[in-house]
């Protein structure tokens, strides 16, 4: 008798609608601010960037909506993804805990990204628009909007971090190979990227650059929109998907998770494994299993764990509405760790919401211990994860050595948002003993701090 | 109504045994020879390299190997493989025909490979073996050895062709990772590797003269053994698995493919999904469908279509038995065109004998068409296939198109043997308009040839 290893949905099970918990919260978020009045925004000030259709979504507060038949028909290129039991990960570890993951990296980009970028661009492509502009650090998103693009014939223009642009040429191969056009960021092409060279004509770029640049391209031209990867409401609710199917796939498996974990940059992925299982703890209340909800985040872009819960800009240039978050502030420029998809001055505000709501627990973590969990993972199971996932690798893991050492048989659950095949380098780099734990600069956040914007 | 894209199987109907092809043959191929004595080898010549288990695979001509469970037990980590019916590339080609493909871009290497590594491995460490011996071209087999090594804690080393270790610094990334030990080939560490740097010190290495390295080195030292990623029998048995998987698959489609394509460099995966379709038509003769089963090579080392058919060394140095084969002849160095697993100069022996008997096709591509092919699948499809499996692509395409022209719906299977995240730099080569087509010196391969042993 074979223990099953991979629990598999069929195509006809997969989640016909995505999740909004924006219905099940207790108390609403609070409301994103326009810069120059700080009074709410309305959907009026959001189109320039966005169709209608995610705008909606974006502030909607209904509980289902549905997912277009033609994007579903592209999610089952690759979805349902797999629920893996990672048995040998377990025997490696002596732990009675079980831990089940869901595994991302199946997708053609190779991770969580194209959940959002398919209705994205398909919204987009809907509401005759033509050319997308959107920003990637790491290239993952990037490489996710160019694919999902390349399927609705959208003309995607992505402004890449400079320091990426260079030392990861074959992100930019792949978002190439989909037909999409990648610059680097600061860039001459706009006035926010002109700013930045202005003053240092050898910038090496950040993500809050990066999406200055878009959201300026998108602003001022007609015909050209904006695509955002993480943080915003529609962007989570896309990713949804992954814990709705892990919940039907712990059904077949037979279990229940103790203990939900998702690494957190912008937020997308560990809301999509995260917010289905609270959602359902909000509804049931007391009479449903109150399980732990785990962030971790890098300890060098400690937003939740060390930032503060304020108004703040989403972007560099000051172009964005004002949202409540986890902030480093706008101007914190993180360390250049290898998770280049944590590496975010702020936070999801339905994250952030949460958190402060004291549904979800938040932890960060060094890179070194990242990757020797990553190692330890890839040796057991099979998949090198992402940099990015090493950190939801890493608390996993340490969840059940404290099931160990409780001898407590909890059931963790995590998600594997990416393989790491584009990621080797940082690998090498810990292999030689090359890595390095960096910090944030306790001064420089103070002083990132100071500077976030004055409101209410 | 939504029409299936993924054919997909639970764990429970993943295949229980091999296909072994050698049970439905019309006629056994030639012997392997011993190189001395030119009399057939026997169990005790391979003794030294392979534990006697492989060896009875090897020369075996039962129809039905059984799987073990524990290496069922791994394999399930990843399969079984999805069959994907390519709707997206049908509609941007606007052929009749229908495109099933096999996808094994999900093993954890991303390619087939692992699909003979794990069992290798398993079998050499129930033999009591604690090291293993390989080589590596673009690394491919060297990261599933790698992998496998790492599930059954043997001991790997990989000798690795000099340019790709110079070039491909990720995939050596991904051996280490794994925790096997990479050397550069020709290297310091064996007589056949001094002998190469003694004549030429920045000799950038070859397949042959790597197969030369491990093979010494599991010659000489009893702890440990030799694996090969293909050519050899009992390698192309293990890959059987994908056309087993597939012929369920298509099943469960309800449809019967009239086309089977793969590509080839040693033979593995064009073995793997050609052999039971081909030992379908030996067995049931002229009542069963008659299908064309295509092998696809590169036009720049083009065995099966411009080698002779002649017993050669499968290595440089000399080391290995004599194999009858279509071959370059042992001493020709292809040209550094990107598909690194296809650039070898012989061919499986078995994949040469169904060719001799006129039960396949063989075609061999450019690379620019074979990236052109790649490149219009990964727009269509959003996999990125490796440069090896574009060959393939190429030709389903090609077939596609030709029904078009015809006005013929035939159905065309192929196999994706691996996706090309690793590849990336090939891409861009091609993208940037910077790749050149390649062809073999007519000089050069006469001269091969001219130094094939002289063998009745």
């Known amino acids: 008798m074979s223990e099953t290893t991979k629990f598999l949905l069929s195509e006809d099970q997969m989640p016909k609608d995505w999740y909004n918990i924006a219905a099940d919260l207790p108390v609403p978020p609070p409301a994103p601010l326009h810069p120059a009045t700080q009074q709410p925004i309305g959907?009026?000030?959001?189109?320039?960037?966005?169709?209608?259709?995610?705008?909606?979504?974006?502030?909607?507060?209904?509980?289902?909506?549905?997912i277009p038949e033609p994007v579903r028909?592209?999610?089952?290129?690759?979805?349902?993804?797999?629920?893996?039991?990672?048995?040998?990960?377990?025997?490696?570890?002596?732990?009675?805990?079980?831990?089940?993951?869901?595994?991302?990296?199946?997708?053609?980009?190779?991770?969580?990204?194209p959940n959002s970028a398919v209705p994205q661009a398909?919204?987009?492509?809907?509401?005759?628009?033509?050319?997308?502009?959107?920003?990637?650090?790491?290239?993952?998103?990037?490489?996710?909007?160019?694919f999902a693009g390349s399927l609705f014939g959208l003309d995607i223009t992505i402004y890449q971090v400079r320091v990426s642009y260079?030392?990861?040429?074959?992100?930019?191969?792949?978002?190439?190979?989909?037909?999409?056009?990648?610059?680097?960021?600061?860039s001459n092409e706009t006035q926010s990227g002109r700013a930045v060279l202005a003053q240092n004509p050898n910038h090496l770029g950040s993500l809050g650059i990066a999406i200055s640049e878009a959201v300026e391209v998108a602003a001022l031209n007609e015909d050209t929109k904006y695509a955002l990867g993480s943080v915003l409401n529609h962007v989570l609710l896309h990713q949804t998907i992954?814990?709705?199917?892990?919940?039907?796939?712990?059904?077949?498996?037979?279990?229940?998770p103790d203990v939900v974990i998702g690494c957190t940059g912008g937020g997308s992925n560990f809301a999509g494994i995260a917010f289905p299982f609270?959602?359902?703890?909000?509804?049931?209340?007391?009479?449903?299993?109150?399980?732990r909800i785990i962030a971790v985040e890098p300890a060098a872009c400690p937003s939740l764990t060390r930032g503060k819960y304020a108004y703040d800009f989403g972007d560099t240039a000051h172009l964005t509405p004002l949202v409540k978050m986890h902030t480093l502030g706008s101007t914190f420029t993180p360390a250049g760790f290898h998770a280049g998809g944590l590496r975010y001055h702020g936070m999801a505000p339905?994250?952030?919401?949460?958190?402060?709501?004291?549904?979800?627990?938040?932890?960060?973590?060094?890179?070194?211990?990242?990757?020797?969990?990553?190692?330890?993972?890839?040796?057991?199971?099979?998949?090198?994860?992402?940099?990015?996932?090493n950190h939801a690798v890493r608390c996993a893991?340490?969840?059940?050595?404290?099931?160990?050492?409780?001898?407590?048989?909890?059931?963790?659950?995590?998600?594997?948002?990416?393989?790491?095949?584009?990621?080797?380098?940082?690998?090498?780099?810990?292999l030689s003993g090359g890595l390095v734990d960096q910090d944030y600069d306790e001064g420089e956040l103070a002083m990132a701090l100071s500077g976030l914007p004055n409101v209410g």
């Open 73 to 113: 028909e592209v999610l089952r290129l690759w979805r349902p993804s797999p629920l893996i039991r990672a048995r040998r990960l377990e025997k490696a570890l002596g732990t009675p805990a079980k831990i089940y993951f869901k595994y991302e990296g199946v997708s053609p980009a190779g991770s969580h990204k």
């Open 350 to 389: 339905l994250v952030s919401h949460v958190k402060e709501l004291g549904l979800i627990e938040a932890r960060a973590y060094h890179q070194t211990a990242c990757f020797e969990a990553g190692v330890m993972f890839a040796r057991a199971e099979g998949i090198v994860p992402a940099p990015e996932a």
């Open 397 to 430: 893991i340490d969840e059940a050595l404290r099931c160990k050492a409780e001898d407590r048989a909890k059931t963790i659950l995590f998600n594997l948002s990416g393989h790491g095949h584009f990621d080797m380098a940082a690998y090498q780099n810990y």
């Open 43 to 66: 959907p009026a000030d959001l189109a320039p960037l966005f169709p209608m259709a995610l705008i909606e979504q974006e502030v909607s507060t209904e509980r289902r909506i549905e």
């Open 278 to 291: 609270i959602g359902m703890q909000l509804r049931g209340g007391a009479s449903v299993k109150q399980r």
């Open 166 to 186: 260079d030392q990861k040429p074959y992100r930019r191969a792949l978002m190439e190979t989909y037909g999409a056009r990648c610059v680097a960021s600061p």
């Open 122 to 146: 398909w919204y987009n492509g809907q509401a005759g628009v033509k050319k997308l502009a959107t920003e990637t650090g790491a290239g993952q998103w990037g490489s996710s909007l160019a």
């Open 242 to 256: 992954i814990g709705e199917e892990a919940m039907l796939q712990l059904e077949m498996a037979g279990d229940d």
